[in-house]
T-cell receptor, first 117, second 112 residues
Framework: GAVVSQHPSRVICKSGTSVKIECRSL??????MFWYRQFPKQSLMLMAT?????????EQGVEKDKFLINHASLTLSTLTVTSAHPEDSSFYIC?????????????FGDGTRLSIL | GENVEQHPSTLSVQEGDSAVIKCTYS??????FPWYKQELGKGPQLIID?????GEKKDQRIAVTLNKTAKHFSLHITETQPEDSAVYFC???????????FGSGTKLNVKP
């Protein structure tokens, strides 16, 4: 089955640090990848849609300068949390769909637990 | 936009019993409905999905039913086992939009 790899799985760092999270589709090409944020015991909140070769589409209320997304290839998208602060601590999850929109499921990575001290 | 509601938020069953989780959606243009299982500290894993041209789909102990008229779909797990304990999310995707709308999740606890 489709595999999405997310790295790192856990980050603990000081306030003010910028943190980069990578999301890779290992056995398929993904024109589109998605970045979610999940608070404890809550559902997935879509932050942005990452499109290969073009700018990401951010959901309302998500700061694009705070959460930088780059989708440089069909298998890699990165999310950089710039100048992270304690309120940015959360579980970040990426997902990817196979190329095309013909009702392909999203496949999720295992998430990144970000803790800002 | 699409709105997906999921019930119940928690469900506790005895091992061997069946579990049913229900979702409703608002946009009649939604045509794809996946279900995900999320274990603690991990990302959601796809367990079954259904497309709008099908009313029911089964995969061993897991089945999903879809009622397009009523705009609801359900996940059925039979002969539950302790390893089925997790949080389950339903989702819906509107035709021609590459964006998924998720339910609020159901925490399933299967007691041995």
């Amino acid at each position: 089955g489709a595999v999405v790899s997310q790295h790192p799985s856990r980050v603990i760092c000081k306030s003010g640090t910028s943190v980069k999270i990578e999301c890779r589709s290992l056995d398929f090409q993904a024109t589109t990848m998605f970045w979610y944020r999940q608070f404890p015991k809550q559902s997935l909140m879509l932050m942005a849609t990452s499109n290969e070769g073009s700018k990401a589409t951010y959901e309302q209320g998500v700061e694009k300068d705070k959460f930088l997304i780059n989708h440089a290839s069909l298998t890699l998208s990165t999310l950089t949390v710039t100048s992270a602060h304690p309120e940015d601590s959360s579980f970040y999850i990426c997902s990817a769909s196979r190329q095309g929109y013909s009702n392909q499921p999203q496949h999720f990575g295992d998430g990144t637990r970000l803790s800002i001290l | 936009g699409e709105n997906v509601e999921q019930h119940p938020s928690t469900l506790s069953v005895q091992e061997g019993d069946s579990a049913v989780i229900k979702c409703t959606y608002s946009d009649s243009a939604s045509n794809y409905f996946p279900w995900y299982k999320q274990e603690l500290g991990k990302g959601p894993q796809l367990i079954i999905d259904i497309r709008s041209n099908v009313g029911e789909k089964k995969d061993q102990r897991i089945a999903v039913t879809l009622n397009k008229t009523a705009k609801h779909f359900s996940l059925h797990i039979t002969e539950t086992q302790p390893e089925d304990s997790a949080v389950y999310f339903c989702a819906a995707r509107v035709y021609n939009f590459n964006k998924f709308y998720f339910g609020s999740g159901t925490k399933l606890n299967v007691k041995p």
